[in-house]
């Protein structure tokens, strides 16, 4: 499995990333997009089925 990867241009900054990460790793920045913090993730992927942009992908 992979980390996630947010696709900034997609990415609406709704929250909902950041509310459903059990792990606390994805935040929404100052810039109205969501951040990943790698060291955090557990790798669960839950972000990417909660996303309703579809702006978060399985990176490598």
């Known amino acids: ?3 996630p990867v947010v696709d900034v ?3 609406v900054g ?3 990333c950041e509310a459903d990460c059990p792990a606390g790793a994805i935040k929404v920045d100052d810039d109205g997009h969501a951040v990943v913090d790698t060291d955090a993730c557990v790798e669960c992927l839950a972000c990417i089925d909660n996303c ?3 702006a978060i992908t399985e990176g490598e």
């Open 52 to 54: 309703p942009a579809g």
């Open 14 to 16: 709704c929250g909902s």
């Open 1 to 3: 499995m992979g980390k």
């Open 9 to 11: 241009d997609t990415c």
